[in-house]
């Protein structure tokens, strides 16, 4: 069973359209990111929830929005979609708010054309 | 200047090396150390984590942290084609969030 499951896999869309983000855990963890890592590899957090209240919220547009239904699950939506946001978005969780041992999914590479 | 510095490589050895990955940072409040792995089209799994200096070793991966030079390290004995991944460092502080480096890209040539 995949502990940090995510979809799409693959996101290719035009610029100024609305998408959306799936994200679900299966470990029984208190907290969930978003995290983005661009062509560089370079990766930083988006956002983090625990028992779907919003814990972080680093500087993202407010184009971005996570939404949290219960805490097995953390959804990301994106409106009007830019040429910038196009780079691999991973969901991921961990036991407690010591967000030092994550457990990652596999990330939907975004492309925005 | 980057709160953490990595160098991307690619860095491409034989099996059965020992390779050396490094990353520096620059803010001496950082406290938790950690290596993760990353393989291509895969999200990052955790592979090393430490807690301020000294050495950590767990089968042929050794973690290392010099907190006087803000200097972290991590040693793969007997290198293996299987080892072939990305190799993201990152830190925390008392606020408990990562910063991550950008990086390493590794190949354990067969």
């Known amino acids: 069973d995949t502990a940090v499951s995510q979809t799409p896999k693959y996101l290719v869309t035009q610029m100024g359209n609305d998408k959306s983000i799936k994200c679900e855990q299966n470990l029984g963890h208190d907290t969930m990111y978003w995290y983005k890592q661009d062509s560089k590899k370079f990766l930083k957090i988006m956002f983090s929830?625990?028992?779907?209240?919003?814990?972080i919220n680093e500087t993202v547009p407010n184009r971005f929005s996570p939404k949290s239904p219960d805490k097995a699950h953390l959804n990301l939506h994106i409106n009007s979609l830019e040429l910038g946001d196009s780079a691999v978005y991973f969901c991921?969780?961990?036991?407690?708010?010591?967000?030092?041992?994550?457990?990652f999914g596999s990330g939907t590479q975004l492309s925005v054309l | 200047q980057k709160e953490v510095e990595q160098d991307p490589g690619p860095l491409s050895v034989p099996e059965g090396a020992i390779v050396s990955l490094n990353c520096t940072y620059s803010n001496s409040a950082f406290q938790y150390f950690m290596w993760y792995r990353q393989y291509s089209r895969k999200g990052p799994e955790l592979l090393m984590y430490?807690?301020?200096?000294g050495n950590k070793e767990d089968g042929r991966f050794t973690a290392q942290v010099d907190k006087s030079s803000k200097y972290i390290s991590l040693f793969i004995r007997d290198s293996q084609p299987s080892d072939s991944a990305t190799y993201l460092c990152?830190?925390?502080?008392?606020?408990?969030?990562?910063?991550f480096g950008s990086g390493t890209q590794l190949t354990v040539l067969p």
């Open positions: 929830y625990n028992n779907k209240e919003l814990i």
């Open positions: 990152a830190v925390s502080g008392s606020a408990r969030q990562l910063t």
């Open positions: 430490t807690y301020s200096s």
């Open positions: 991921a969780s961990s036991q407690d708010q010591l967000g030092e041992k994550l457990f």
